[in-house]
């Protein structure tokens, strides 16, 4: 390369740095040879300057590109293409996979003197208009920096408020994630408590809340095709893909939100000046209702002030909303389970009346009476194959005692309905299922039944099917046995029936002090034992008293079947009254009735130790024949042979399963069991 | 008492007399030098040095020990010198090896150096630099050293010596004076005073490593009252160095019988054009180090009469090689020389005399061509602006 002469274009730095470069591949202690004696002839050049560094970058020698960097920061403040590179590096800090390019630059950052960094992340942040981008490089500065929290961080929040109500969006969008997630928990982390007035804290945690329970909430809406890895049902749950618009895959990733909404409410505290027990949220659910309460009874006996109140309102609101939300995504895991719950379980848990066993029945009161007046606390009876069931009956029974705590002063109770209002809690369905519950649990049926009508008709499949067992229980319970029983028909139609009549392992039928609730699992197999146990106590409440007729007695024994011979003291009861009637007429009985046990047993009626019951079972009434045939001698003698045949035919018929025919029965007689109901 | 001294000591077989000798030196030179008795005391110890230490007695031939007994003499010279106080030191180094060298001593002095080097005995090594510096690098007592241990630790061996490559951070003043009289030892005037290429590289391997051996001796001299400086060596192998590794280069290129050594010949002189490359870096981070350190220093590293003598010489250099104004090679030389001059004038290692610039440049003017850097350079050093950061210059836009 000729060196003197040519080139007369350029000025000396400029030709200078051309020389520097022209050596560049060849020989680097010769550029960097030129370079030196540039800078000595051209101090103030920014063009020798930026050349020094940026040969030093191509030679990966970190701490001379620091320098270099340091030393351009302090004396060329306006150079575009300086501000160009630190803006490269700030963005190579703020990746998340490094390659071999951002570690670098990440490596000459961290080799630049801390106060020089602060510097650089401030002014290029003021310069930024988009305010994502700043708040991101400002969140930056602040992790590092965290001498920088108090300046900056309440500014950065009014920035994002104002941007979010600005930009009108739902309430889990970009502005609102880094604000309560990234940006809350540093400030009050970083500055020291009592500064900041309360009613700042309250309303930030009002939004912290919302956010937090927008956002667990949120459908199950997978973007991405599943990979196969995904198919197994363990993955599947931990795979939920969130994407906040605006925001990085992974900055819209939040792991533990009910851990986080937890600290914050923590800080909040400490900022407040409340008196917490730290780890409170991280025991068990018994230990955290009893400090609750415990702290209630405390405040209450001191005089509860509005600071104390605030304290109650938002320790026990979040405290249910936890609660509410495990329980809810037990009842309708589909929609509500997901990353931050997943419930092992493949149908919705559902609560319902269980039936009290005849042996505790001290009292000759109808049952419906009964229940009306035991309004002490019931017990839940849950199904074996739940596997935590305790830890769902617990959650709803915290969720509901959090509920009553929240009514159970009229200013709470303004205030609990304040922040419902805030929150658009109307609009979250998950909360009428929990209120749903809650009147059963109560005995409140009228109210259930009206929640549920509500409901009814937009829901779908399972929970479809949990919502008419509800109402038919909650039917049964004010003493609507018709209704009842048609929509248990109805829901029946739709189970699977069993092949065989496996064992029933649960007890629909429970025994014990108090009204006894059961938890199940709706599925097909849980919910029949139930149906079928339903169908029968209303039939048997009727059959039993003065509005007795044959037809219920008969819908009873061709229902027993079902479990038999479990319910052998109502047969018993049946024969006995058949016995004392001493007729008995059910022409469906031979379409229906199979049981060997119930068969030997109407033989038995038939005969003279039975009692001699005049039996119409056969499937054309007796009546109907004996008019048939013309009066000859032994006309009984022949219905009788036919009786018996029929019987013994009966035994060696049974072709289908017993809860097919069961099916069968309550499908196609269905109008005639409703009509004498 | 100094007799009775010399007469026990008479008495006393070797290694005890050496002992006992050097016990007493340290004795003498430990106490304050009264001005009363300055002259008896180190007449004395000169006196116990000839005899005990190297042996000469008068009247009588010189003593040479075995072997095994040199070595035992040199241990404990070495253990003496690193025991003894710091101001005693030079002293007694002074009292060995300071009057006339004769070849016994100078061999002495060259095997106690070894010893030190291998035994990384700091103490010898810096009293050796301070008695470089006394005597003038240049001089033929130190340049007979240079030479020997270049031989034993440059040449004797291809790998590069350990001893060497550690050799800063024991003395970093002996390798001060080193570099200086290696450049004189091997001044690159032509072919035949190539610099060996282990030398070479172990100089280029220390200025890189450490920028603040260059200045070492004259960051001192006000405590040694004397100093040397291997900037002017060291600009004039990287000014000459670059026209005759050219030349090498060239003369490797043509055709010749023998393909093996041409080989050989050229890859030598691309090695040497590297680390010429390598070590003007150096010398230059060197230079610009001293700007920090400008307090520190009494003297000037560089003067306008060095820069004289380098132009002189390669106008010389030039001639014999066959340089033609238009070579690339010419002009790298000259940038190389300006880049130095620059670097040393801003930093403030450039001692200019009167008038002695204007001589400079009218030479530059008259035997060489035109060179931008070469006359940016100059133009900065007459205008005489000392460096302002503030000054700014039109941005560059491609």
Redesign the interface.
Same mark, same amino acid.
């Given at each position: 390369?000729? %060196? %003197?002469?040519d080139n007369s274009v350029l %000025?000396?730095?400029? &030709?200078?740095?051309m020389?520097a470069r022209g050596y560049a591949k060849t020989?680097p &202690?010769?550029a960097?040879? &030129?370079l030196?004696?540039a800078r000595?002839?051209?101090?103030? %050049?920014?063009?020798i300057q930026f050349e020094s560094y940026q040969i030093e970058k191509a030679a990966k020698n970190i701490k001379d590109a620091a320098s270099h960097l340091e030393d351009m920061l302090k004396?060329f403040q306006n150079?575009a293409s300086l501000w160009n590179e630190v803006q490269s590096i700030l963005g190579a800090l703020q990746k998340e996979t490094a390659d071999s390019q951002s570690s670098f630059l990440t490596e000459i950052f961290a080799a630049i003197p801390t106060h020089v960094q602060c510097q650089m992340l401030l002014s290029v942040a003021d310069k930024i208009g988009d305010v994502l981008e700043r708040c991101r490089l400002l969140l930056l500065a602040m992790k590092k920096f965290p001498n920088l929290v108090v300046e900056h961080g309440l500014k950065l929040i009014e920035m994002l408020s104002i941007e979010e109500s600005r930009a009108r969006l739902s309430v889990v969008n970009c502005y609102r994630k880094l604000f309560v997630c990234d940006i809350l928990p540093l400030v009050l982390q970083k500055n020291r408590p009592m500064t900041i007035p309360t009613i700042q804290l309250f309303i930030w945690l009002q939004r912290a809340v919302e956010f937090y329970i927008s956002f667990i909430t949120q459908p199950n809406t997978m973007d991405t095709p599943l990979s196969p890895d995904m198919m197994s049902p363990t993955k599947a749950l931990s795979k939920k893909i969130i994407n906040i618009p605006g925001l990085l895959e992974r900055e819209s990733q939040i792991l533990d939100p009910w851990g986080n909404l937890f600290r914050l409410l923590q800080l909040v505290g400490t900022h407040a000046g409340w008196e917490m027990e730290p780890d409170v949220f991280t025991k068990s659910r018994d230990y955290q209702w009893q400090y609750l309460l415990s702290l209630y009874n405390r405040y209450k006996t001191g005089g509860i002030t509005d600071e104390k109140r605030k304290q109650i309102l938002y320790t026990c609101t979040i405290l249910f909303l936890q609660c509410l939300y495990s329980y809810v995504s037990h009842v309708d895991a589909d929609n509500f389970a997901g990353v931050f719950s997943s419930t092992g379980l493949t149908a919705p848990v559902v609560l319902l009346e269980g039936f009290r066993s005849d042996n505790d029945d001290t009292s000759s009161q109808p049952q419906v009476k009964r229940l009306r007046q035991d309004r002490s606390q019931p017990n839940i009876q849950p199904s074996a194959s739940i596997h935590n069931s305790s830890n769902i009956i617990q959650n709803f029974l915290t969720a509901f005692k959090c509920f009553e705590l929240l009514h159970s002063s009229d200013e709470l109770r303004r205030e609990f309905i304040t922040l419902c209002q805030n929150w658009q809690m109307e609009t979250w369905s998950w909360m009428g299922h929990f209120q749903t519950d809650m009147f059963l649990y109560q005995g409140l049926h009228q109210k259930a039944v009206a929640q549920i009508q509500n409901f009814i008709l937009a829901s779908k499949e399972k929970m479809k099917t949990r919502m008419s067992l509800q109402l038919s229980c909650c039917f049964y319970c004010l003493g609507n046995f018709s209704k009842a029983c048609e929509v248990v028909m109805d829901t029946i139609e739709f189970l699977e029936m069993p092949s065989e009549i496996e064992e029933v392992k649960d007890n629909v039928v429970v025994s014990g002090q108090g009204r006894q609730l059961l938890l199940l699992q709706c599925l097909d197999n849980e919910i029949l034992p139930y149906c079928i146990q339903l169908l029968i106590t209303c039939i048997k409440e009727k059959a039993f008293s003065s509005l007795s007729n044959d037809m219920l007695l008969g819908h009873l024994l061709i229902l027993l079947q079902y479990d038999w011979p479990k319910q052998d003291e109502l047969f018993n009861d049946i024969i006995k009254k058949i016995r004392t009637q001493g007729s008995f007429t059910y022409n469906l009985f031979f379409h229906y009735v199979y049981c060997i046990d119930i068969l030997e047993e109407f033989a038995l009626l038939d005969t003279q130790e039975g009692g001699r019951v005049n039996l119409d079972i056969m499937s054309v009434s007796t009546k109907a024949i004996s008019q048939q045939r013309t009066v000859t001698r032994g006309l009984n003698k022949g219905v009788k042979e036919d009786f018996r045949a029929t019987l013994e035919k009966q035994v060696q018929n049974l072709g289908e399963p017993i809860p097919n025919v069961i099916h069968r029965f309550l499908k196609d007689e269905r109008d005639l069991i409703i009509k004498n109901l | 008492m100094a007799a009775n001294l010399m007469k026990r000591l008479r008495h006393m077989e070797f290694p005890d007399c050496t002992r006992e000798a050097l016990q007493q030196l340290i004795a003498i030179f430990n106490q304050d030098s009264l001005p009363g008795q300055p002259n008896s005391s180190e007449a004395l110890a000169l006196e116990i040095c000839q005899e005990f230490i190297l042996f000469k007695t008068k009247g009588k031939p010189q003593k040479t020990l075995p072997p095994i007994e040199e070595l035992q003499l040199l241990q404990m010279l070495c253990t003496c010198f690193n025991e003894a106080q710091q101001k005693s030191k030079y002293q007694l180094f002074i009292a060995i090896f300071g009057p006339r060298a004769d070849n016994y001593s100078s061999a002495l002095l060259t095997k106690l150096v070894s010893m030190a080097l291998s035994i990384s005995c700091s103490s010898v090594l810096d009293c050796v630099a301070i008695w470089a510096q006394e005597r003038s690098c240049g001089k033929r007592p130190v340049q007979q050293l240079t030479l020997r241990l270049v031989e034993d630790y440059c040449l004797l061996f291809i790998e590069p010596s350990v001893v060497f490559h550690k050799l800063p951070s024991i003395s970093p003043l002996f390798v001060c004076n080193f570099i200086t009289s290696v450049t004189m030892l091997y001044p690159l005037h032509d072919t035949r005073s190539i610099p060996p290429i282990g030398l070479l590289q172990h100089v280029t391997d220390w200025i890189n490593t450490d920028c603040t051996l260059c200045c070492e001796s004259v960051r001192q001299a006000r405590i040694h009252n004397n100093y040397s400086s291997p900037i002017p060596g060291l600009t004039a192998w990287c000014v000459r160095g670059t026209i005759i590794t050219k030349y090498l280069q060239n003369m490797a290129s043509q055709p010749t019988s023998d393909n093996k050594i041409q080989t050989i010949e050229l890859e030598k002189a691309l090695k040497l054009t590297g680390l010429l490359?390598?070590l +003007?870096?150096g010398l230059? $981070?060197s230079l610009?180090f001293c700007q920090t350190n400008i307090n520190n220093m009494s003297q000037y590293l560089i003067t306008v009469m060095n820069m004289l003598d380098i132009i002189h010489s390669l106008i010389t250099v030039c001639r014999n090689c066959g340089v033609k104004p238009e070579d690339?090679c010419l002009?790298n030389s000259l940038?190389?020389f300006? /880049?130095v001059i /620059?670097?040393s004038?801003?930093s403030g290692c450039l001692g200019v005399e009167t008038g002695k610039l204007r001589e400079f440049q009218s030479i530059v003017f008259n035997s060489f061509? +035109?060179?931008?850097?070469l006359q940016?350079?100059l133009a900065?050093l007459s205008g005489g602006q000392q460096?302002?950061?503030?000054? /700014? $210059?039109?941005?560059?836009r491609p």
């Open positions: 390369m000729a %060196s %003197s002469g %000025s000396d730095a400029e &030709w200078l740095v020389r020989d &202690w010769a960097k040879a &030129w030196i004696t000595t002839l051209f101090p103030g %050049s920014f063009l004396n150079e | 490359s390598k +003007h870096l230059l $981070q610009q690339e002009h940038e190389r300006s /880049q /620059q670097v004038a801003v061509p +035109h060179n931008r850097l940016m350079v900065f460096p302002n950061r503030i000054t /700014q $210059q039109p941005p560059f």
